[in-house]
C-alpha cells in the first residue's frame, strides 16, 4: 500500500492510497476541506472483501483524524461488494465513526439507486445511533447533489 501526501489549490490536505490487488487495480482517495469541514472519500476499481474492509478502516482513520462530521463517500465507480460487506460496513464501521465523533454525522453517498437500495432495506437504523446522536445518510446519484445536500445540513 502506497501513501501520498499532496497539497493542492484550495484543498488543504489530500491524501491518496492505491493499492494493487489480483483482481485489478483500486484507488481510495481522501481530501479534506477545511472551509466546507468535508472529508471526500472517492474510491474505484475492483475491491475484494479483503481490500474493502482495509479500506474502510483508512476511512474510518481519516474521519477519526479529522473529526469530520461530513463525509462525501463517491462510490459510483467502485466494484459492487456482496451483502455481507455491506452490512458489515454498517454495523462495524459507521457506528464507530458515530461513537468517535460524539456529535451527529452526515454522510453523503454516491452510488447507483439500484445497488444503494438493495442495502437500506436491511437496515434497522439503531446501529446509527449513539448518546442521542444520529449518523444521518443521505443517498445521491451524483458527486454534485450530494455536496450540495452536506453544505445545507445544520449540523452546529
Not at 77 to 94: A, G, L, N, P
Not at 104 to 117: E, G, K, Q, Y
Amino acid at each position: 500500500m502506497v501513501i501520498e501526501n499532496e497539497v493542492m489549490a484550495g484543498v488543504p490536505v489530500n491524501v491518496s492510497t492505491v493499492t494493487e490487488n489480483a483482481s485489478g487495480c483500486e484507488e481510495l482517495s481522501f481530501s479534506f476541506l477545511e472551509e466546507q469541514e468535508i472529508l471526500f472519500v472517492n474510491w474505484t476499481g475492483l475491491v475484494p472483501s479483503k481490500e474493502m474492509r482495509k479500506g474502510y478502516i483508512q476511512v474510518l482513520k481519516q474521519v477519526q483524524h479529522y473529526k469530520a462530521r461530513k463525509i462525501l463517500l463517491d462510490l459510483n465507480k467502485r466494484s459492487f461488494i456482496d451483502s455481507e460487506d455491506q452490512r458489515w460496513v454498517f454495523s462495524s464501521v459507521f457506528p464507530k465513526m458515530l461513537r468517535s465523533i460524539g456529535a451527529n454525522v452526515f454522510v453523503a453517498i454516491v452510488l447507483p439507486v439500484d445497488l444503494f437500495h438493495d442495502l437500506v432495506a436491511e437496515l434497522e437504523g439503531d446501529e446509527l445511533i449513539h448518546n442521542n446522536h444520529f449518523m444521518i445518510i443521505q443517498h445521491s446519484l451524483y458527486k454534485e447533489e450530494a455536496l450540495r445536500w452536506l453544505n445545507k445540513v445544520p449540523y452546529k
